[in-house]
């Protein structure tokens, strides 16, 4: 019996894969022309150690029909959709869409809604979810770093990644054991991760109802860790306020000048 389009664009899914990801074809490596899963596959297969750049890849096999052919989304030959979530500029497919069916690779404007026709801006160098389309900053090639926690290279790395308000980038697990460490800022800029607005204002009321006269106060300089300002405060224990954006995540660049 002959599969309608619906039917055969979805055959096969989840039955086929590696360890690393579920999908419904392989990849030839061109720097050793062997065929694998995937390019950790390939990686951990290698006796002298070199890596597979995903984005040289240029054909892959059908594992429902075996047809080799260039890369894209769905078999030419057999109609089977090789990997639910797919980018060809990453080269990836999948078809485990439980945390890829929102992801939008590169940092792509998404133009028409779908991540087949997206139009690129790349900048990420990874894919990222589409809910933090406006709600990061983006920097080019954050994935392409070690996590600033544990060290491990991100692009490289199968374990869940956070992305913070400031666009620098984390593993999940290490985001978390962060914050049982009650660090609330990015290791990297020390920009806070969350919305500090309620803090913030009971700090103010705190320091308003205990500040010195200003005559017993000294003055001191200090940057701002989220405009990048320098400005000179009156020396405080704590609660040192940017003047420029009135943030208090601050740090002392100088000894508080005590008056003559």
Same mark, same amino acid.
């Given at each position: 019996m002959e599969l309608d389009d619906a039917s055969r664009h979805g055959f096969g899914r989840m039955g086929f894969g590696c360890k690393?990801?579920?999908?419904?074809?392989? &990849?030839?490596?061109? /720097?050793?022309?062997?065929?694998?899963?995937?390019?950790? =596959?390939? $990686?951990?297969?290698?006796?002298? #150690?070199?890596?597979?750049?995903?984005?040289?890849?240029?054909?892959? &096999?059908?594992?429902? /029909?075996?047809?080799?052919?260039?890369?894209?989304?769905? =078999?030419? $030959?057999?109609?089977?959709?090789? #990997?639910?979530?797919?980018?060809?500029?990453?080269?990836?497919?999948?078809?485990d869409v439980r945390c890829r069916c929102c992801l939008l690779c590169f940092c792509w404007i998404w133009l028409t809604g779908n991540t087949s026709t997206a139009k690129i801006a790349a900048s990420a160098g990874s894919c990222y979810s589409v809910s933090l389309r406006d709600k990061h900053c983006c920097i080019e090639n954050s994935m392409k770093n070690n996590c600033p926690i544990c060290y491990e290279y991100l692009f490289d790395s199968l374990r869940e990644t956070s992305v913070l308000r400031c666009g620098h980038t984390m593993h999940l697990q290490c985001f978390h054991e962060m914050l049982k460490h009650d660090k609330f800022s990015c290791p990297i800029c020390s920009m806070p991760i969350f919305d500090m607005d309620k803090f913030?204002?009971?700090?103010?009321?705190?320091?308003?109802?205990?500040?010195?006269?200003?005559?017993?106060?000294?003055?001191?300089?200090?940057?701002?860790?989220?405009?990048?300002?320098?400005?000179?405060?009156?020396?405080?224990?704590?609660?040192?306020?940017?003047?420029?954006?009135?943030?208090?995540?601050?740090?002392?660049?100088?000894a508080p000048v005590l008056p003559a």
């Open positions: 690393h990801y579920r999908r419904r074809c392989r &990849i030839r490596a061109p /720097c050793c022309n062997d065929v694998f899963h995937c390019r950790h =596959c390939h $990686n951990e297969s290698t006796k002298d #150690g070199h890596e597979l750049d995903r984005h040289a890849v240029e054909s892959v &096999i059908c594992l429902v /029909c075996d047809t080799e052919q260039p890369v894209a989304q769905v =078999c030419y $030959n057999c109609g089977v959709c090789m #990997g639910e979530y797919f980018c060809s500029a990453c080269k990836f497919f999948d078809d913030l204002r009971a700090l103010d009321a705190e320091i308003e109802a205990n500040m010195l006269h200003i005559d017993y106060m000294g003055k001191g300089w200090i940057v701002c860790n989220d405009c990048r300002d320098t400005t000179q405060v009156y020396a405080r224990v704590a609660g040192h306020k940017c003047c420029h954006c009135q943030s208090h995540n601050t740090c002392r660049v100088a």
